[in-house]
């Protein structure tokens, strides 16, 4: 039996309740498919946190992550198991930055599952982020085992930090829930007079907001029918000028979607983008969550340049576009006056989506652990 420790609040993996961010979604699936297989056992300690306030939630969080983490530095004395951290995620906390240490003090073999970098915070954040470049370098070099979303950002995080070329790595892209497949079992079908595009995820710098709401202001005016919904919160970088257009558009909804809702918002859309800048590295080497979960859709996907996504649509399904409006507005008036393409899309997509879901990448590392 392969016993795995996740330093991660066990709530996380239990439930997705109301949580709105993709790490937890990564997290919560990736780590209840890997459960599913009998050889695997995973623990984790689960603990409610108050929600971020004042003073006393501080204190009180504070000591329920200290008392999660004693446990937790039992547990791996104990029983020496294997030892998941999500990276970020489970390190920016100074409760798991000691587990850790002690992990690496212990020789325990430790799995880093890399979601991001700090470079995000860069990218697409305040430029200020919770760990910095030492602590990184630290955290990549001391692992067993690195999961990796893709081969780019991989072959980019190796030679940025001068990694071994011995470090093993197993490619783990992002997925989707396999609800989408029992939401949408067949192909998308067009309807008349109805053309609705949707964008899911942070609205911040970087990620082709400006672009998108220009080009469908300029397809709203030919086509009165066309809606433009974003599904996300506001972050750094956007003006107030294309906040204000969000906000008192006619056509443009925004709204926050709990991950376990996103499913079913995704049901009256005939059009998932994708339009993050690929001159910014992170960006174009990034895997995010929305994309695969767009391919569990079955439905039409227009997506920018991003190297780390150009193989995925290699067989159709993905119209893939450059980072500027004109090109996103042409491409969409395309599928607008094209239905039939929209739907030979969806077919392409409903061939490839078995090959990513959660349970396909859960295998991944099953495998690994059956190679050893």
């Known amino acids: ?5 996740a330093v991660v609040n066990g709530e996380v993996i239990a439930d997705l309740g109301e949580n709105t961010t993709p790490t937890y979604t990564r997290i919560h699936f990736l780590i209840n498919e890997l459960k599913n297989f009998k050889d695997i056992d995973v623990v984790s300690i689960r603990y409610h946190l108050l929600p971020k306030g004042g003073l006393m939630s501080t204190v009180y969080n504070n000591v329920l992550k200290t008392a999660a983490a004693l446990r937790s530095a039992l547990l791996l004395i104990l ?13 920016t906390n100074v409760q798991n930055r000691a587990l850790f240490r002690l992990c690496s003090m212990m020789d325990l073999k430790i799995m ?7 470079e995000q915070a860069q990218v697409i954040g305040t430029g200020r982020p919770i760990l910095n470049w030492n602590l990184e370098s630290y955290y990549f070099r001391n692992t067993t085992i690195i999961l990796a979303l893709n081969n780019p950002m ?10 071994s070329k011995d470090k093993r790595v197993i490619i783990v892209p992002n997925a989707y829930d396999e609800s989408f497949c029992e939401l949408y079992p067949n ?5 008349k007079n109805r053309f609705n ?17 220009s080009a469908c202001q300029d397809l709203h005016k ?10 996300g919160s506001y972050g750094e970088g956007l003006t107030t000028g294309i906040k204000e257009v969000i906000e008192h558009s006619c056509f443009i ?3 926050l979607i709990p991950r376990k809702d996103l499913p079913a918002a995704l049901n009256e859309m005939d059009l998932l983008v994708m339009p993050y800048d690929p001159r910014e590295s992170y960006m174009n080497f990034s895997s995010p969550t929305k994309f695969f979960e767009y391919i569990g859709t079955g439905k039409p996907i227009l997506c920018t340049k991003c190297e780390s996504l150009l193989e995925v649509g290699k067989d159709g399904g993905i119209l893939y576009i450059d980072f500027n409006a004109k090109d996103l507005a042409e491409k969409a008036e395309m599928l607008i006056l094209n239905p039939e393409i929209r739907e030979k899309m969806s077919l392409d997509l409903i061939k490839i989506r078995p090959h990513h879901t959660w349970k396909e990448r859960a295998k991944k590392v099953h495998k690994f652990f059956e190679s050893q």
């Open 79 to 91: 029983y020496r198991p294997w030892v998941y951290f999500a990276y970020p995620h489970s390190l």
């Open 187 to 191: 192909a998308y079908k067009s309807i």
């Open 222 to 231: 030919k086509y009165p029918c066309l809606k433009l919904f974003l599904f």
């Open 112 to 118: 880093l599952d890399i979601h991001d970098t700090i």
């Open 1 to 5: 039996m392969i016993k795995i420790f």
């Open 197 to 213: 595009i949707c964008y899911v995820g942070g609205l911040t710098k970087n990620r082709g907001i400006e672009i998108l709401v």
């Open 253 to 255: 909804e925004r709204k």
């Open 154 to 163: 991989w072959n980019y995080l190796k030679d940025k930090y001068q990694l």
